[in-house]
């Protein structure tokens, strides 16, 4: 099942993605469906059950190209959980480059963690704005996401992917320059306003039984710049979710991003950052295409 959020009538409301490619509203395939995607996600696998069958017969919806589409969980009630150094060929490229408190020389023994404030995400074809004057050093990265489901503490890896929903595409924007000068703490060069793209949809674990079969693809004006499978991740999906829950209770539509492989930016030569005109396309196989243009901060 394909669940996404959707702007009908001017209201943002939970639609998924029916038989006949065309999206429809959950209110109107389940009795008692919840509007909106958080309210599906909590509402536990009998109703994600329900959907999913009502969706593969159902038709007659919005086209999906008429569809205007918000980030799935367009305001994530906590912040979003984030991976650094996931592939190792992405450590690698940047080694010597970071500088500062932010240089590392060998990939950490546990997942580098920190997170991403809520104002930053947007949706599909959402601006994301440049920071300049604060910054001309702006850059991409294509992640899978993943979509908690059923929340809990102290998950062992071996059921970790039973607490998942469903995975999407973010890409974890960042301004290079500020995320170095913070004496190693990436936060704030990871939290300018929009720089959270999420979607297009969310596609359940059902569509998705192995996270590390996947393969992700950072496009920049039609030009690829990333290209790598997730098996690659030094720390597997299960294993994240294990390090992120001990002590600390996962909650259901917890969004959590997974890390970038290589190819970013910063870390090219000479070294590439994004203008206002630019389009990033993020696509991972089995979800879609997650496509932004970069805009001014005026604008």
Request: charged content about 20%; aromatic content about 6%.
């Amino acid at each position: 099942m394909r669940i996404a959020t959707l702007v009908t009538g001017g209201a943002a409301q939970a639609g998924v993605v029916a038989a006949d490619d065309t999206l429809v509203p959950v209110a109107g395939l389940a009795s008692g469906a919840p509007s909106d995607v958080l309210g599906v996600i909590e509402g536990g696998p009998e109703l994600w059950g329900r959907l999913g069958a009502a969706a593969a017969t159902a038709k007659g919806g919005t086209p999906l190209s008429e569809a205007h589409l918000l980030a799935p969980i367009p305001r994530p009630r906590r912040n979003v959980f984030c991976v650094g150094w996931n592939y190792s060929e992405h450590f690698a490229e940047g080694r010597g480059m970071r500088g500062g408190q932010d240089e590392q020389a060998e990939l950490p023994e546990y997942p580098s963690l920190f997170s991403k404030q809520p104002n930053g995400v947007v949706g599909p074809e959402a601006a994301v704005r440049h920071p300049a004057p604060v910054s001309d050093q702006l850059d991409w990265e294509v992640e899978l996401a993943v979509v908690v489901g059923l929340g809990g503490a102290d998950i062992p890896a071996d059921r970790a992917l039973q607490h998942v929903f469903g995975y999407t595409i973010g890409n974890d924007v960042s301004v290079r320059d500020v995320q170095r000068r913070h004496g190693g703490q990436w936060f704030k060069g990871k939290n300018f306003d929009t720089h959270l793209p999420l979607g297009p949809w969310i596609v359940t674990t059902d569509e998705i039984p192995d996270p590390q079969a996947l393969h992700l693809q950072a496009r920049i004006n039609g030009v690829v710049k990333q290209d790598a499978p997730t098996r690659y991740m030094v720390f597997t999906v299960a294993r994240i979710i294990e390090e992120l829950s001990r002590g600390m209770a996962l909650e259901p539509g917890d969004v959590i991003l997974t890390g970038t492989p290589e190819g970013v930016g910063f870390a090219r030569k000479p070294p590439e950052f994004l203008k206002p005109g630019d389009v990033m396309e993020l696509e991972i196989d089995e979800i879609g295409v997650l496509r932004n243009p970069v805009v001014g901060r005026g604008a």
